[in-house]
């Protein structure tokens, strides 16, 4: 055969391996193997490139400088003097709850309106929400687990078990401090003077009876 005649043959074996997928190429390679080969060494070939464009996120500087922001505060919480490290915009409730783990003072509204965050600060009452963790430089805090003491429970706690004041129980704890709060404030004795001065605690499950309630019985102990 001459090359001529040789060359004209090995074209059309080609194009016929090409235009027919189960004819094998030269080498064995079939239509389909090849289109698979060159389909695994593109995206072999591209991953790198895509690896190396979409790179993993980074802490940057605006977030290391944020970290590093922080306020050195000590306060008196329940007995216990503590030295917190927060940053300047941590509120009361926060510093309790996650530096502190003190779970009892709930966050509700966290916008001052359902007193569900009260706690005592310097004996006087605060919804914990609206005040700064830096503002109470060497206070002395009292949150709700602060009133047992030697394992006996404060009269108001045992007044609202006695009385059923509570149903859910999420307002509690800052029922519990507000009222505690005002055996000590200059509050009328009748009833309508104690709902006036525990208004600015919600109770959404409507247990204000039972809450007037056990007020009034631990007033009259008093």
Same mark, same amino acid.
């Given at each position: 055969?001459?090359? $001529? !005649?040789?060359?004209?043959?090995l074209?059309?074996?080609?194009?016929?391996?090409?235009?027919?997928?189960?004819i094998?190429?030269?080498?064995?390679?079939?239509?389909r193997?090849?289109?698979?080969?060159?389909?695994?060494?593109?995206i /072999?070939?591209?991953?790198?490139?895509?690896?190396?464009?979409?790179?993993?996120? &980074?802490?940057?500087?605006? +977030? /290391?400088?944020?970290?590093?922001?922080?306020?050195?505060?000590?306060?008196? !919480? %329940?007995?216990?003097?503590? /030295?917190?490290?927060?940053?300047?915009?941590t509120?009361?409730?926060?510093?309790?709850?996650?530096?502190? %783990?003190?779970? $009892?003072?709930?966050?509700?509204c #966290?916008? $001052? @309106?359902?007193?569900a965050?009260t706690?005592?600060? %310097?004996?006087?009452?605060?919804?914990?929400?609206?005040?700064?963790a !830096?503002?109470? &430089?060497? #206070?002395?805090?009292?949150?709700?687990?602060?009133?047992?003491?030697n394992?006996?429970?404060?009269?108001? @706690? /045992?007044?609202?078990?006695?009385?059923?004041?509570? +149903?859910?129980?999420?307002?509690?704890?800052? @029922?519990?401090?507000?009222?505690?709060?005002?055996?000590?404030?200059?509050?009328?004795? #009748? #009833?309508?003077?104690?709902?006036?001065?525990?208004?600015? %605690?919600?109770?959404?499950? $409507?247990?204000? @009876?039972?809450?007037?309630a056990?007020? &009034?019985?631990?007033?009259? &102990?008093?």
């Amino acid at each position: 055969m001459t090359d $001529g !005649v040789a060359s004209e043959v090995l074209l059309a074996e080609e194009t016929d391996c090409i235009e027919n997928s189960s004819i094998p190429c030269h080498g064995g390679l079939s239509r389909r193997g090849f289109l698979k080969t060159l389909g695994a060494t593109g995206i /072999a070939a591209a991953t790198p490139s895509l690896a190396h464009s979409l790179p993993l996120a &980074q802490e940057g500087p605006a +977030q /290391a400088a944020e970290a590093a922001h922080t306020v050195s505060i000590h306060m008196k !919480v %329940n007995g216990v003097e503590h /030295a917190l490290q927060v940053e300047p915009r941590t509120v009361l409730l926060d510093a309790l709850r996650e530096n502190l %783990n003190l779970p $009892g003072t709930k966050k509700g509204c #966290d916008h $001052g @309106q359902c007193g569900a965050c009260t706690v005592h600060v %310097n004996g006087r009452r605060v919804n914990s929400c609206l005040s700064l963790a !830096v503002m109470h &430089q060497g #206070d002395e805090i009292t949150t709700i687990e602060g009133l047992e003491q030697n394992g006996e429970l404060h009269p108001m @706690q /045992a007044a609202f078990l006695e009385h059923d004041a509570f +149903q859910c129980g999420y307002c509690t704890p800052g @029922q519990i401090m507000s009222a505690t709060a005002l055996l000590k404030e200059p509050v009328g004795e #009748d #009833d309508h003077a104690v709902r006036e001065s525990m208004s600015g %605690n919600i109770c959404r499950c $409507g247990a204000y @009876q039972h809450i007037l309630a056990a007020v &009034q019985s631990v007033r009259k &102990q008093a």
